[in-house]
């Protein structure tokens, strides 16, 4: 019932939907009114409600785009009260329904820009990297994707006026290539005190695929009192890649990606924050990993991302950032440079 509705909204409303998007396309109307919060829901008492929100679910959206199964694990409810929950919250929070062109230019109106501070790449984007986006990073080893995430991880602590979010940083690292020393080294760089910045870029680092798709639930949870403006996986498919081998498992793969990515994109929904995901593209073409020029993840991430950055090592020292299959900027290609202080022009 609920998916004819989303489809339709994706044919008729905009045409470049992909199905991640759902969420943003079924978010309400800002009405005037009374604020309608989870304890208003029926059935819902006190202790429900804390668990709820223990569980990091603190808006009726952030229910309402949940399914039974996975409400009922995360809050430790049981599934036939998720079911109710998800059901009401749908209602009260008035999703479902279709949203006018303006509606959504209403909503895209809140969309903020974060700055590389290189003219060349925040030009590519049309002004910067947006937010309720999912932006996938990928390119060889030591393209400069790690590279990328630490910069926007320092620029996002930035003020509004100088191209920063002035939010809170969450930073999954499946490669254990985080560096704190980077970090500082960069923000030197921007005239930032290394000790601030540092104190809003919140690091984890994950063991495995399942650690990963948890990181994103304790993420939910953490950012209570936080402003929560970009979420870094980096990588987003090592893990996937490392433990789920041969042809087998590439369905069960792709499920398990499906998800995660979506719960990635629920997270910059809600928060109105940008996600950024790193992968690597193949290093030999084999039958599990198919063109070795093209990243992997196939076509789930290909899908899920709404801007794609293709990155390259150029002569001198040089890089090469091509921006793929993006929903409304034309594809090209920009170059910058990695020094010590940071990513420059
Ligand atoms: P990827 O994540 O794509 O594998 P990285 O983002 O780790 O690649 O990029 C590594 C490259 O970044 C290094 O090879 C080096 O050229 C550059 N780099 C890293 N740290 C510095 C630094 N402090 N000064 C200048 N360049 C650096
Ligand atoms: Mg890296």
Redesign the pocket.
């Known amino acids: 019932m609920v998916g004819k509705a989303k489809k339709k909204v994706k044919i008729e409303v905009e045409k470049n939907q992909d199905p991640l998007e759902e969420a943003l396309v079924l978010m309400p109307e800002d009405e005037e009114g009374p604020e309608v919060g989870i304890e208003d829901l029926p059935g819902v008492g006190p202790a429900t409600a804390e668990k709820l929100r223990e569980a990091g679910f603190d808006e009726l959206l952030a229910l309402a785009v949940m399914s039974p199964a996975d409400l009922a694990d995360q809050a430790e409810i049981g599934e036939a009260v998720a079911s109710k929950i998800i059901a009401a919250s749908k209602k009260m929070a008035n999703i479902g329904g279709f949203l006018s062109g303006g509606a959504l230019l209403e909503r895209r109106r809140e969309v903020q820009k974060l700055s590389s501070k290189v003219q060349s790449i925040d030009d590519l984007l049309g002004g910067g990297f947006e937010t309720q986006a999912l932006v996938e990073v990928y390119?060889?080893?030591?393209?400069?994707?790690?590279?990328?995430g630490h910069q926007l991880a320092v620029n996002c602590t930035l003020p509004l006026e100088s191209g920063g979010l002035d939010g809170d940083v969450f930073y999954i690292d499946t490669e254990d290539?985080f560096r704190p020393e980077?970090i500082t080294?960069m923000a030197r760089g921007l005239d930032l005190d290394p000790d601030q910045v540092l104190s809003r870029i919140h690091v984890a680092r994950a063991y495995n695929s399942a650690h990963q798709m948890l990181l994103v639930d304790e993420i939910k949870r953490m950012s209570k009192g936080l402003d929560v403006k970009m979420i870094i996986v980096?990588s987003l498919t090592s893990h996937f890649r490392a433990e789920y081998i041969g042809r087998g498992m590439l369905a069960n793969r792709q499920q398990k990606l499906n998800k995660h990515l979506k719960e990635l994109k629920q997270l910059a929904d809600i928060n109105n924050a940008l996600v950024l995901v790193?992968n690597q593209v193949h290093s030999k073409p084999d039958a599990m990993w198919g063109d070795p020029t093209k990243p992997i993840g196939g076509h789930v991430l290909a899908h899920a991302s709404t801007f794609r950055l293709y990155?390259r090592k150029a002569k001198a020292?040089r890089r090469i950032a091509r921006l793929v299959d993006s929903p409304n900027l034309p594809d090209g290609e920009c170059v910058y440079n990695?020094?010590?202080e940071g990513l420059k022009d």
């Open positions: 390119g060889a080893f030591g393209s400069g994707k790690t590279q990328i290539t980077r080294q980096d790193t990155l020292g990695v020094t010590q």
